[in-house]
């Protein structure tokens, strides 16, 4: 229910809203997109597929399906205006940085049209995000290396679309085994959506005051960035590397236990899960997958192992339920699929834009819904009276 309830600490806070989407059990390492398991998800749905879920409640039909999926297709392509915006970031700004502006950019070219009292454009307006986020990742990453942009190509499907425009040079056609699209398509699938997390609850604030989904989308994105969130995938890969080799797990251990030290180990800890994130398990299992079928030895999958072992072996990690969460595997597998590091949080958000769109739509046929107004425990000053400048110390 929407009430009062009191975490641990003490400290009275009210849940933010009502969702039928996705349900988590932290404690037994439970979570399910409307009522799905997200095993069962991750081993017989597709991304798309489950974006549909997402959005509407329940899987769709085959009819169903074919007119979500050309819907989807036939909005992929970006303004062509939208390409002086890339043309403007300097080549090395973050991505995350380049996405989050061109996502808020397409409530310039998308706002006007966009009756929001009308479902039918509602639901084209989150199909346009979910089609459009790719492409604009794509181009983003295109920018950053100083290579062309590639047009999204109607006859493949979502992943695979997307990992084209990323990799293909006009040069050569484009060798993707067939291992990349699924492990592609499989993460996306885990980080679709996850109830009310920093960046979705994000999405929800700025939702409900009336704002454009394009602008919530781009406000949800920059919420994701931080180390903390989303942006945890791309601290990991760093973690590991700093690292190095196994023989240096144990001294990351000891210094992630001190609290002075300002280290954590990227990757653990959850602030729902304290049991093992369910997401991490089905991710360790495809990232052995990716790098035996691609021939790849990476060293580092090696230290995240034995990081893994010795971190759920020791007394401060067990006493504080820290376990691996979905980001402290998935950062293997984007270097193993040629994904630069400083792309992985953009998948994230790739991915978690179907979740994001799918809140946004719920909220707008909340009969409940309200602005959102959180509440503070204020520890200023108490009341005093204003001196003049040319009395004070
Ligand atoms: C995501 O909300 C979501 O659903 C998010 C997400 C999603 O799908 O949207 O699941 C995605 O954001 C996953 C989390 C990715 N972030 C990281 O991996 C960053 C590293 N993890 C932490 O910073 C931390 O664990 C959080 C932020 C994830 C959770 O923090 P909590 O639950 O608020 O825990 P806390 O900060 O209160 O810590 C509790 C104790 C503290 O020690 P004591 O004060 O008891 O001595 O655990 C310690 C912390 O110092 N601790 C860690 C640790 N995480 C917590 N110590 C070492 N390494 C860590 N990673």
């Not at 484009?174 to 291992?179: G, T």
């Not at 989303?230 to 590397?241: F, I, P, S, T």
């Not at 020791?314 to 400083?342: C, H, M």
């Not at 953009?346 to 959180?374: C, N, Y």
Request: a negative charge; charged letters at 20%; aromatic letters at 10%.
């Amino acid at each position: 229910e929407t009430g009062y309830f009191t975490y641990d600490s003490g400290f009275t806070a009210t849940a933010s809203c009502k969702s039928a989407i996705t349900y988590i059990d932290g404690d037994a390492g439970v979570l399910m997109y409307r009522g799905y398991p997200i095993e069962q998800l991750a081993e017989q749905s597709s991304f798309l597929e489950v974006a549909y879920l997402l959005m509407n409640g329940e899987l769709p039909t085959k009819a169903q399906f074919d007119r979500f999926e050309h819907q989807v297709t036939h909005h992929t392509m970006m303004h062509e205006a939208q390409k002086h915006f890339l043309q403007g970031f300097r080549h090395d700004a973050h991505p995350m940085a380049m996405l989050c502006g061109m996502i808020g950019s397409l409530a310039a070219f998308y706002h006007d049209s966009l009756d929001m009292d009308d479902p039918e454009q509602r639901e084209l307006a989150a199909i346009r995000l979910l089609a459009k986020v790719p492409t604009i990742a794509a181009a983003a990453y295109r920018h950053s290396i100083g290579w062309p942009i590639r047009y999204p190509r109607n006859n493949l499907e979502y992943v695979t679309r997307f990992l084209h425009m990323l990799f293909e040079v006009p040069a050569e056609p484009l060798e993707l085994k067939p291992v990349a699209a699924k492990a592609m398509d499989l993460l996306f699938i885990l980080h679709a959506d996850h109830e009310q997390n920093a960046s979705t609850s994000t999405v929800r604030l700025v939702g409900s005051t009336g704002a454009n989904p394009y602008a919530c989308v781009a406000a949800g994105i920059a919420a994701l960035w931080g180390p903390a969130h989303g942006g945890a995938n791309e601290a990991v890969l760093k973690m590991l590397e700093e690292i190095g080799t196994p023989d240096q797990v144990g001294k990351a251990v000891e210094k992630a236990k001190d609290r002075n030290s300002g280290f954590r180990l990227m990757g653990f800890g959850h602030r729902v899960y304290k049991n093992f994130d369910p997401r991490a398990k089905i991710i360790r299992e495809m990232c052995h997958k990716v790098l035996s079928e691609l021939g790849i030895d990476d060293p580092l999958l090696e230290v995240a192992m034995r990081l893994e072992e010795a971190a759920l072996k020791d007394e401060y990690f067990i006493q504080r339920k820290l376990y691996p969460n979905v980001d402290f595997y998935s950062g293997i597998i984007y270097k193993a699929l040629g994904i630069p590091t400083e792309m992985f949080t953009v998948m994230f958000a790739l991915a978690r834009t179907a979740g994001w769109v799918s809140h946004w739509l719920e909220q707008q046929v909340d009969p409940e819904a309200k602005i959102g107004r959180p509440r503070q425990i204020y520890t200023g000053a108490t009341s005093r009276d204003y001196v003049p400048m040319a009395q004070r110390g």
